[in-house]
């Protein structure tokens, strides 16, 4: 009678993301870099953070429109690029009004350019062009308003980028170690409430130093600002991660080792840059 002997446990390989769910390593790297980037360009010359931000934005873009052409839909891509770059340089230059102008002009320009293809598949195309136009270019032009003001626009991007900042470490931290319940388990498994906890607690920190530090404002103001950013944060957060899974991807590219692509890494900041402007706008002094 012979011994059965069981196999070893295969060893984990070293690049295993783990309980994260990121490859850790790499995501620090990637992310002190671009960290880097942009508040380097952000304080040397405040016309360089445009050009930071309008390359990030075109990369999303682009990374939209391959990810979205996996569900049949066909974007047209000449206006919707020259569109993005008409929004970003008519936001930083003519504000609010002149953001949303460009975007109806992307918007017709775009439905324009896909007529000449047929009625097949038309409003697919155009839907998911829209959504596009809206989604990325659109919210990334909140952004570029929070740079406007000449007193104290470098600050408010700075306030706005540590909130959602504080809030992916808060919910990662939190999530790692204390994690239990599924957040949105049919949507992203790894979020949990725990998570969502550590990121408010460090969302409200990180706005409530921010908003009285850096901006001289009242410290409930930047426990306001906090609490809407924990809120939009995750929504971008989950709202991108229903597209691929809608789309069948794990990552809309795989530019960025660790994070996926740009737009994996924008989904937070998207969502939280229009509350952020309007919320400054409306209860900070400039």
């Given at each position: 009678?012979?011994?059965?002997?069981?196999?070893?446990?295969?060893p984990?390989?070293?690049s295993?993301p783990?309980?994260?769910?990121?490859?850790?390593?790499?995501?620090?790297?990637?992310?002190?870099?671009?960290?880097?980037?942009?508040?380097?360009?952000?304080?040397w010359?405040?016309?360089?953070?445009?050009?930071?931000?309008?390359?990030?934005?075109?990369?999303?873009?682009?990374?939209?429109?391959?990810?979205?052409?996996?569900?049949?839909a066909?974007?047209?891509?000449?206006p919707?690029?020259?569109?993005?770059?008409?929004?970003?340089v008519a936001?930083y230059?003519?504000?609010?009004?002149?953001?949303?102008t460009?975007?109806?002009?992307?918007?017709?320009?775009?439905?324009?350019?896909?007529?000449?293809?047929?009625?097949?598949?038309?409003?697919?195309?155009?839907?998911?062009?829209?959504?596009?136009?809206?989604?990325v270019?659109l919210?990334?032009?909140?952004?570029?308003?929070?740079?406007?003001?000449?007193?104290d626009?470098a600050?408010?991007?700075?306030?706005?980028?540590?909130?959602v900042?504080?809030?992916?470490?808060?919910?990662?931290?939190?999530g790692?170690?204390?994690?239990?319940?599924?957040?949105?388990?049919?949507?992203?498994?790894?979020?949990?409430?725990?998570?969502?906890?550590?990121s408010t607690?460090a969302?409200?920190?990180?706005?409530?130093?921010?908003?009285?530090?850096?901006?001289?404002?009242?410290?409930w103001?930047?426990?306001?600002?906090?609490?809407v950013?924990v809120?939009?944060?995750?929504?971008?957060?989950?709202?991108?991660?229903?597209?691929?899974?809608?789309?069948?991807?794990?990552?809309?590219?795989?530019?960025?080792?660790?994070?996926?692509?740009?737009?994996?890494?924008?989904?937070?900041?998207?969502?939280?840059?229009?509350?952020?402007?309007l919320?400054?706008h409306?209860?900070?002094?400039?």
């Amino acid at each position: 009678m012979g011994v059965e002997s069981t196999p070893p446990p295969s060893p984990k390989p070293a690049s295993d993301p783990g309980r994260a769910g990121r490859n850790l390593p790499a995501a620090i790297g990637v992310g002190v870099g671009l960290g880097i980037v942009i508040i380097g360009s952000l304080f040397w010359y405040k016309f360089l953070f445009i050009f930071v931000v309008l390359a990030a934005v075109l990369l999303a873009v682009d990374e939209m429109i391959k990810s979205l052409r996996t569900g049949g839909a066909v974007i047209p891509r000449v206006p919707v690029i020259a569109g993005t770059v008409a929004m970003m340089v008519a936001a930083y230059f003519g504000g609010p009004m002149a953001l949303l102008t460009a975007m109806a002009g992307t918007v017709l320009a775009t439905i324009f350019w896909r007529m000449p293809g047929g009625s097949v598949g038309f409003v697919r195309d155009t839907s998911a062009g829209v959504f596009l136009i809206g989604y990325v270019p659109l919210l990334a032009g909140f952004a570029i308003l929070l740079v406007q003001p000449d007193e104290d626009g470098a600050l408010r991007v700075l306030t706005f980028f540590l909130v959602v900042v504080a809030s992916d470490v808060g919910g990662y931290v939190a999530g790692v170690l204390f994690g239990k319940h599924p957040m949105a388990p049919t949507i992203s498994p790894k979020k949990s409430w725990e998570g969502f906890a550590g990121s408010t607690l460090a969302c409200i920190g990180a706005g409530v130093a921010s908003v009285v530090f850096l901006l001289d404002g009242h410290w409930w103001v930047g426990a306001i600002v906090g609490v809407v950013a924990v809120v939009t944060a995750t929504v971008g957060d989950l709202g991108e991660s229903m597209i691929k899974r809608d789309l069948g991807i794990k990552d809309m590219s795989n530019l960025l080792p660790g994070h996926g692509g740009v737009m994996d890494r924008l989904d937070s900041l998207l969502a939280t840059a229009p509350a952020v402007w309007l919320l400054l706008h409306l209860l900070v002094k400039g």
